[in-house]
């Protein structure tokens, strides 16, 4: 019981999901779904997270310090049913998307076993609204490879709307907007 006790409250609730902010005990978890070959396929960083200092770094690195400044970051996503954080949804600040115009991107990832269940559309579309009406963020992007189709009707179901295509290091890749 003292484990769940450290855990930051939630910030998003949908009927079958929990986001919160990230702490470093979620590191294995943070390893599990990071290292997975399948959730990592379609991101650019495949090789990131190898172990499980990589998985204390980016929690560190990219989703605290993310917190502090600007004030958001991906969130741990959290299946209520299990109880198990299963990967991550949430907004960041980034420099290079749009490109290099910059802005505000979602990301979610998940794994495996909980695809085809709809979660991610309900996580994103949920994260979406959050960072409207909490966050007042109006304008989010997604950056998806073209051959990720799955993650593209994520996507469009939740309302996003495709803007622009492009190269970029040898992927192509779709760019998406809020309506």
């Given amino acids: 019981m003292g484990k769940t006790m450290t855990k930051p409250a939630a910030l998003i609730e949908t009927p079958r999901l929990t986001m919160r902010q990230f702490v ?3 590191a294995e978890a943070v390893y599990r779904f990071s290292s997975n070959p399948e959730v990592v396929r379609y991101t650019g960083d495949e090789d990131a997270v190898k172990s499980l ?3 204390r770094h980016v929690i560190e690195k990219y989703w605290l310090s993310g917190y502090r400044d600007p004030g958001f970051a991906r969130y741990a996503l ?3 049913q299990s109880n198990e954080l299963i990967g991550f949804c949430g907004i960041k600040h980034e420099p290079l998307l749009n490109r290099g115009q910059g802005g505000v991107d979602i990301g979610y990832r998940m794994l495996p076993e909980y695809w085809g269940k709809g979660l991610a559309t309900e996580a994103v579309s949920a994260c979406l609204r959050y960072a409207r009406e909490t966050l007042g963020i109006n304008c989010v992007y997604a950056e998806v490879m073209k051959e ?3 993650s593209i009707r994520v996507l469009e179901k939740a309302g996003m709307v495709r803007i622009d295509s492009y190269e970029d290091q040898g992927a192509e890749l779709h760019l998406y907007r809020t309506a």
């Fill in 53 to 55: 200092d990589d998985a």
């Fill in 24 to 26: 470093m005990e979620d």
């Fill in 148 to 150: 990720n189709v799955a």
């Fill in 78 to 80: 959290i299946h209520k």
